[in-house]
């Protein structure tokens, strides 16, 4: 119980931050607060799985988040059909010509036993292949993109609601985790860490100069969403009345009719923001408190027990017959899979997708400063820690100013070092970021909420 | 008639010349200055992976770090009007830059890292810790000169103009030399002899390598681990900070592309096989020469080499050069998969 009291009072305490910015700065920086930390959970329970349920170091969360992404633009857009008519054919050839090259390739690895000559015929398909894709994508991408590029030059997507891209993020980060996990998971831990940080930077190079996909640099702007529009919002009767009954008391004291007025549509205005934040707040807590009931019972299952022996001790797992390969495999899998809906989670909140915005400091190295001050292997500590940091990572800057300002206060206002100071305040974040993590890993090497075995 | 006949030679021949002059300034020129800055960083990668034994991944920001302060003192330097003349005055600034920079990772080894080693903890924490001392790098880099791009180059800027080289020959294509170029490649391959020097010839780089291939029986037969791991940190910091200065006068300082050059250097050290800092060395211009051999356009090429009647349309370039950098990690990978230990054999993982 005394444990419990431990986890409790930790989210009661950042609740309480986060209305702290509420009645200090405002609640629309306060619920965007709220809802990024809600995504950067998501993040931080797929890192999670694979780093606290296995040990598997995965340091291409940027990448899945930007798939993620992806399928949230390629599900939620319209299709543009003269992109489709100039160039479509050829690119669904394209596809099965990259399923017949895998499965051929595929093939000869079955088939023939490791020598020269396999890899021979290997270099070969995949040579002929390349040259064929070149050949029939060439012209066909050079049309797509010539289809008014200011608004689109691209295929576009299904036109489904964004809602859908959810699951269909998973499923692509997922199959690009089965693809890399098939690939580096046989290396150990550093060599795995530093093949997945490569990997994810030649993702983000792919979705960023194929603009016949994803527009590339060119962005995708304007985004469906799941929630109402403030335009539409603030000129809906039931939410003027709503936000007229939320603020009576503000409204009474004001006698001039005109002066209310003005006063109830500075309120409606900001209101909508508020409503539409809180929206977006309640889907992403479905998503987080989902994720965390399937992870807690997975961690607390026979399956669970199985990872935490593979993590502890792999070859004793091994001898007792559990295929560590595989499991490791499907971990990874999973794991990436939770970062996919996090990225698609990201975009559908931003209403864009910027493919030029995907940076390792940001979307793999903070995500594990995360799971590693929550505490790795304890799913509400994962969370805990995207709480935690992301909020840091936001407020840095107010904090940091105030620092300064503490600390110079002997000096003048106009004196060079403090200006200079002062001009570099969003960078402390990084500072305050790496010195949070050494401590952490120095005097609480298992995170603020370390992970806790039932025995049963 | 001696003349002429000489002069048809020259002809005939000019255009297999001007196809390779061709290739030496786009490719080959350029990739040997970026190889050598990636070789210095892959060195000191490698060299940390084998005798601290963990994936460093502050290095591209101690580089960064090591240039900031050769730019400082660059900008210093200036201020008192002191120069080398037809040299950047930076080369001046690197010596007193390699001493700030071997303070900084030492106190940095003594704060943080000695801890985890006396604990012998497992290789991937070190690495996590590694990335707190990453973050707080580049604060401090971005809190002192900020996160924009910086020219500290000084002196004079080309060793061999193109015009005077096509003046000089009489050829259709140009070749550049930029004395950022030249320097680059006499200062590495200075750095990079007295290292190999030391690491082969000298006992305590004898003693470094002995710690390198087995650590119990190097300790049982005397060696300071103190030492060694001293000597390691000075000399990454050292390569850290020339390599860093050298790619700086090459392009320009810019706080965020010292931190992705990360990437091509960790390419370059496993590729070399991590833990053998000769295969780093090497590693380093396998990286850049594929990056740029792979994304350059052979159009102009084939067309000086081809008759006129199968001339070329396309670019003929293999991949665009958006994909440099995806080209080294691909590398990576394919030799990842087929020779994990390395193209040159490092420590066997």
């Given at each position: 119980m005394r444990e419990n009291l431990n986890v409790i009072a930790a989210y009661v305490i950042m609740l309480g931050l986060i209305i702290l910015v509420g009645f200090l700065q405002s609640w629309s920086i306060a619920l965007s607060i709220l809802c990024f930390c809600l995504i950067s959970a998501v993040m931080t329970m797929g890192a999670n799985i694979q780093w606290g349920y296995a040990g598997l170091i995965n340091f291409g969360i940027m990448g899945y988040t930007a798939l993620g992404g992806l399928a949230a633009v390629l599900v939620s857009v319209p299709p543009v059909r003269e992109a489709w008519q100039v160039g479509g054919l050829n690119m669904i050839l394209c596809a099965f010509l990259i399923a017949l090259m895998v499965f051929s390739i595929r093939f000869i690895i079955k088939k023939y036993n490791k020598s020269n000559k396999r890899n021979y015929g290997i270099a070969l398909v995949i040579i002929t292949g390349l040259v064929l894709l070149r050949l029939i994508s060439g012209p066909a991408i050079e049309s797509i993109e010539a289809v008014s590029p200011a608004t689109t030059g691209f295929l576009g997507g299904m036109g489904l609601p964004i809602l859908f891209s959810w699951i269909v993020g998973a499923f692509f980060a997922g199959a690009l985790a089965y693809v890399i996990g098939k690939i580096a998971l046989g290396l150990r831990a550093d060599y795995l860490a530093i093949a997945t940080l490569l990997i994810s930077e030649i993702v983000i190079a792919v979705i960023k100069h194929e603009d016949w996909l994803s527009r590339g640099v060119k962005n995708v702007i304007?985004?469906?969403?799941?929630?109402?529009?403030?335009?539409?919002?603030?000129?809906?009767?039931?939410?003027?009345?709503?936000?007229?009954?939320?603020?009576?008391?503000?409204?009474?004291?004001?006698?001039?009719?005109?002066?209310?007025?003005?006063?109830?549509?500075?309120?409606?205005?900001?209101?909508?923001?508020?409503?539409?934040?809180?929206?977006?707040?309640?889907?992403?807590?479905?998503?987080?408190?989902?994720?965390?009931?399937?992870?807690?019972?997975?961690?607390?299952?026979?399956?669970?027990?199985?990872?935490?022996?593979?993590?502890?001790?792999?070859?004793?797992?091994?001898?007792?017959?559990?295929?560590?390969?595989?499991?490791?495999?499907?971990?990874?899998?999973?794991?990436?899979?939770?970062?996919?809906?996090?990225?698609?989670?990201?975009?559908?909140?931003?209403?864009?997708?910027?493919?030029?915005?995907?940076?390792?400091?940001?979307?793999?190295?903070?995500?594990?400063?995360?799971?590693?001050?929550?505490?790795?292997?304890?799913?509400?500590?994962?969370?805990?820690?995207?709480?935690?940091?992301?909020?840091?990572?936001?407020?840095?800057?107010?904090?940091a100013l105030f620092l300064i300002n503490f600390f110079t206060s002997g000096f003048e206002e106009t004196n060079a070092f403090r200006v200079h100071l002062i001009n570099s305040i969003p960078y402390f974040r990084y500072l305050m970021m790496g010195i949070g993590l050494l401590l952490i890993m120095r005097y609480r090497p298992k995170g603020i909420l370390p992970e806790k075995i039932k025995h049963i | 008639?001696?003349?002429?006949?000489?002069?048809?030679?020259?002809?005939?021949?000019?255009?297999?010349?001007?196809?390779?002059?061709?290739?030496?300034?786009?490719?080959?020129?350029?990739?040997?200055?970026?190889?050598?800055?990636?070789?210095?960083?892959?060195?000191?990668?490698?060299?940390?992976?084998?005798?601290?034994?963990?994936?460093?991944?502050?290095?591209?920001?101690?580089?960064?770090?090591?240039?900031?302060?050769?730019?400082?003192?660059?900008?210093?330097?200036?201020?008192?009007?002191?120069?080398?003349?037809?040299?950047?005055?930076?080369?001046?600034?690197?010596?007193?830059?390699?001493?700030?920079?071997?303070?900084?990772?030492?106190?940095?080894?003594?704060?943080?890292?000695?801890?985890?080693?006396t604990k012998k903890s497992p290789p991937v924490q070190l690495a996590m810790v590694s990335i707190g001392t990453m973050f707080v790098t580049q604060a401090i880099v971005r809190i002192i000169i900020g996160p924009f791009d910086r020219r500290f180059f000084d002196g004079e800027k080309f060793i061999l103009k193109a015009n005077e080289f096509k003046e000089m020959t009489g050829l259709n294509e140009g070749l550049t030399i930029k004395s950022t170029q030249v320097t680059t490649l006499l200062v590495t391959i200075i750095v990079v002899s007295i290292l190999f020097w030391f690491l082969n010839k000298t006992k305590t780089g004898k003693s470094m390598r002995a710690y390198s291939d087995n650590e119990d029986l190097a300790l049982l037969s005397g060696i300071d681990p103190k030492k060694v791991v001293m000597i390691t940190w000075v000399i990454a910091a050292i390569l850290a900070t020339v390599g860093g200065a050298l790619y700086g006068l090459d392009k320009s300082f810019k706080p965020f592309t010292y931190f992705n050059n990360m990437l091509p250097i960790f390419a370059a050290a496993i590729v070399g096989g991590i833990g053998n800092p000769f295969g780093a060395f090497l590693g380093g211009y396998v990286i850049a020469f594929s990056e740029i051999l792979v994304t350059y356009a052979y159009r102009k090429f084939f067309i000086y080499l081809l008759p006129e009647s199968i001339e070329p349309d396309g670019l003929l370039q293999l991949l665009s050069t958006d994909y440099k950098f995806a080209v080294s990690f691909s590398i990576l990978v394919v030799v990842l998969l087929f020779r994990p230990s390395g193209i040159f054999k490092g420590k066997v993982l």
């Open positions: 304007g985004l469906k969403r799941p929630v109402p529009y403030e335009i539409d919002l603030q000129t809906k009767e039931w939410f003027i009345n709503l936000v007229a009954k939320f603020n009576q008391g503000t409204l009474n004291l004001i006698t001039d009719a005109l002066a209310k007025e003005q006063m109830l549509k500075q309120l409606v205005i900001e209101g909508s923001t508020v409503f539409v934040k809180l929206c977006f707040a309640g889907l992403f807590s479905i998503v987080v408190v989902i994720l965390l009931i399937i992870t807690q019972k997975a961690l607390y299952s026979p399956w669970g027990r199985m990872m935490r022996a593979i993590r502890d001790n792999e070859e004793a797992a091994n001898a007792m017959g559990k295929n560590v390969v595989k499991q490791h495999l499907l971990i990874f899998v999973l794991g990436s899979a939770i970062v996919g809906i996090a990225g698609a989670m990201m975009v559908t909140y931003d209403g864009l997708f910027t493919p030029g915005s995907y940076r390792p400091m940001r979307y793999t190295f903070l995500i594990w400063v995360m799971v590693i001050v929550g505490g790795s292997g304890n799913n509400f500590g994962a969370i805990l820690g995207g709480f935690a940091v992301w909020f840091l990572w936001i407020e840095a800057a107010p904090i | 008639m001696i003349l002429k006949l000489e002069g048809h030679f020259w002809v005939g021949n000019m255009d297999i010349i001007n196809a390779i002059v061709l290739l030496l300034n786009y490719i080959f020129v350029p990739a040997l200055s970026y190889g050598s800055q990636l070789a210095l960083g892959a060195i000191f990668v490698s060299l940390i992976y084998g005798i601290l034994r963990f994936a460093y991944f502050t290095a591209g920001d101690l580089m960064s770090f090591g240039t900031m302060f050769t730019i400082l003192f660059t900008w210093y330097f200036q201020s008192l009007g002191i120069s080398l003349g037809i040299f950047p005055t930076a080369l001046l600034a690197i010596p007193f830059a390699i001493i700030i920079t071997t303070f900084y990772v030492l106190l940095k080894d003594k704060l943080v890292f000695s801890y985890y080693r």
